[in-house]
């Protein structure tokens, strides 16, 4: 696009007003989110007793459960919302052809703790060697048309809307939100929903502030954004180093969760399953690149919220479809287990209780506003989720996709809450579940597993089994393809090869990468087999908020960020939250064994974002350099490109 087109774009009032309508709403709707968000962040610092009073005089549901799921259908509602107008109005404006005939023709969870090896179970393995050979299948259907970058790392750009919510909502919910949300339910009660929350709210932020601009500048990956006005090779150099160390950390959790869950419900040794989950890996993305790892995550959300329902619908059939019924019956189970364990009665009815409201998942208020931004933000900057919004042929589908991600996602967690309060239940208190000390076979990680057995029977427990399996080949195959584009699109391609590399050698450079991952995926899962990766995820989010998000936000917002700012802050952000959580209880006392850690908090988000906005804003503006100027003078190009998508690359689905 030449500077007389952009200019011309730039200072038509239409485009003008447009462009300031849309930001408008999109803010008044972040600012909502936001606000109703960290409100309900405040409420749990500050004033847990009023989350835990019950709705109505004699009940047991608590204010916290209905402002919680009222949290949940506000983010599909805002979603929902901003979908209808920018279909009905900012779609329908520059079809009008305005804007294009002034510019002329367009060229431009954790699974944690140590678990134990259980009986063979053949039902699980049957079920999950079926789904295995059905998604190779998959697999060498989408080697067929994987035969350029574009088909490799972004399905040729072809995937649709609804199509690519799905593999969203199945890259989004893994096993940890499966096993891990429900067994924290299973065990505190309300804490689970806190995290429920933590991991939704993050998607209105991108519906309204970057989705349609990340389509419309990226192609790749989410460096192709970050770098768009900015000199190519110090962005594309960060931007992999910070991709990576999310990548690894999420991966070393997935593989670990896998070895663990794998030896629970196949009865497998340890090794065996983390090499059968790199395998299978490593040929899904090998061989199938985007189109694989797409339709793999599509097929496992589908399975994954029919399951979830069905188990849902079976426990609430049981209490007459009443949740009220369901978490009375909870509360008294936890008041008989209380009680078990030689509490006064008064003592027991407190405890039992207490699972209707906030109890010691956030200790501090600091930690809670520190978790809330971590999640809420870390979202947002993830790679393996931002690399979707490639996927799709334009801004719309974009939108689009998030809407629907953003609805599934949310029933699924209302979902894993019926579960977590239906295991309880169920589960408990049943005999067959427990082992000769009471504790749960296998530990609370297997709830979910337990409560399938109780309301489908050795089947469905072999299919939930499978589908479990199914949901972390799903996300391990994202992962790796993100950091597989990582090295050899911003890393090979633009930084050595100086944007002159063929496409089949920066294919072939990826798919090395792949393979080069897998293993390292496969030795780091086995080395830190006995150890609680729960604070991997957390890392993985903390970097990403810290890191990426401050990136991403301001070179699509700010006209004032420049190459150096962002690279300082980004990589400053980077090195705060890997050094704070390093320093915090979960990895400096858990982990190394120091009696106290020199970071009380447990993220360290509260201090590694702001202080990365800030070094890029500092920066930024004392930078008079030549390269400076430039940057600054290409805001307007870009801000054009990313609100009208003229220029964007299209799709080349075959």
């Known amino acids: ?358 109890g010691n998942f956030i200790k501090d208020p600091v930690s809670a506003i520190s978790f809330g931004m971590a999640l809420m933000f870390g979202t947002a900057g993830l790679p393996h989720i931002l690399m979707r919004f490639f996927t799709v042929p334009d801004a719309k589908a974009a939108r689009t996709s998030v809407l629907w991600a953003t609805g599934w996602i949310g029933y699924f967690y209302l979902l894993t809450f019926i579960i977590g309060f239906g295991a309880i239940v169920l589960v408990a208190t049943n005999p067959g579940y427990l082992d000769g000390d009471g504790v749960l076979i296998g530990g609370t990680n297997m709830a979910a597993i337990h409560l399938a057995q109780a309301v489908g029977g050795n089947l469905f427990l072999g299919f939930i089994s499978a589908v479990a399996f199914a949901t972390i080949l799903a996300v391990v195959a994202g992962l790796t393809l993100s950091g597989a584009s990582a090295v050899s699109h911003d890393l090979y391609a633009t930084v050595f090869r100086k944007g002159q590399a063929d496409s089949a050698a920066e294919l072939s450079v990826s798919r090395r990468t792949v393979l080069v991952l897998a293993a390292v995926a496969i030795l780091l899962g086995i080395v830190f087999q006995k150890q609680n990766v729960a604070f991997m995820v957390s890392l993985a989010f903390a970097v990403a908020a810290s890191g990426n998000f401050p990136v991403l936000i301001l070179s699509l917002l700010w006209p004032g960020a420049t190459t150096r700012g962002v690279v300082a802050g980004g990589t400053l952000g980077l090195m705060l939250a890997v050094g704070l959580t390093i320093l915090s209880p979960a990895v400096w006392v858990t982990i190394l064994g120091h009696p106290a850690a020199i970071f009380p908090y447990s993220s360290p988000a509260i201090i590694s974002m702001p202080i990365a906005f800030l070094t890029i804003w500092l920066v930024s503006i004392l930078d008079t350099s030549p390269r400076a100027a430039i940057d600054r003078a290409g805001y307007a190009a870009q801000r054009v490109r990313a609100e009208t998508g003229i220029g964007a690359s299209g799709a080349s689905a075959h």
């Open 1 to 358: 696009m030449t500077d007389d087109q952009v200019q011309r774009i730039a200072s038509d009032p239409r485009y003008r007003r447009l462009v300031q309508a849309r930001g408008r709403f999109g803010w008044m709707l972040a600012t909502i989110m936001f606000v109703a968000y960290f409100g309900f962040v405040a409420l749990i610092a500050f004033d847990k007793p009023f989350l835990a009073q019950p709705i109505k005089a004699g009940g047991v549901t608590s204010l916290g459960i209905l402002i919680g799921f009222a949290l949940i259908l506000l983010a599909i509602l805002l979603t929902g919302l901003y979908v209808a107008r920018a279909n009905r109005d900012y779609d329908a404006a520059l079809a009008m052809g305005a804007l294009l005939l002034a510019a002329g023709p367009a060229y431009a969870d954790a699974i944690a703790g140590q678990t134990r090896q259980q009986p063979t179970n053949w039902t699980a393995i049957l079920m999950f060697a079926a789904f295995a050979l059905f998604t190779l299948g998959i697999t060498r259907w989408a080697a067929r048309r994987t035969r350029t970058a574009a088909d490799f790392y972004t399905a040729g750009g072809g995937i649709t809307g609804f199509q690519n919510g799905l593999a969203i909502a199945g890259d989004y919910m893994s096993a940890a939100s499966f096993l891990g949300i429900s067994a924290q339910i299973f065990t505190d009660g309300y804490d689970g929903l806190i995290y429920s929350i933590g991991f939704l709210v993050g998607w209105p932020i991108i519906l309204f502030l970057m989705a349609e601009r990340l389509r419309n500048l990226g192609k790749y990956t989410f460096a192709d954004v970050a770098s768009f006005r900015f000199a190519q090779a110090p962005v594309r150099s960060f931007a992999p180093t910070s991709t990576l160390v999310v990548v690894l950390f999420y991966l070393i959790a997935q593989m670990v969760g896998a070895g663990q869950l794998i030896k629970l419900l196949f009865g497998l040794r340890y090794e065996y399953a983390v090499g059968i989950v790199g395998v299978l890996m490593t040929l899904y993305v090998l061989f199938g690149g985007m189109t694989a790892t797409t339709w793999v995550q599509i097929i496992k959300a589908v399975l994954l919220l029919g399951s979830a329902t069905f188990m849902a619908l079976m426990v609430l059939a049981q209490f007459g479809f009443s949740p009220e019924a369901l978490f009375a019956r909870a509360v008294e189970v936890k008041t008989g287990l209380a009680a078990a364990t030689g509490l006064s009665p008064a003592e027991a009815a407190t405890k039992g209780g207490s699972i209707m409201g906030p």
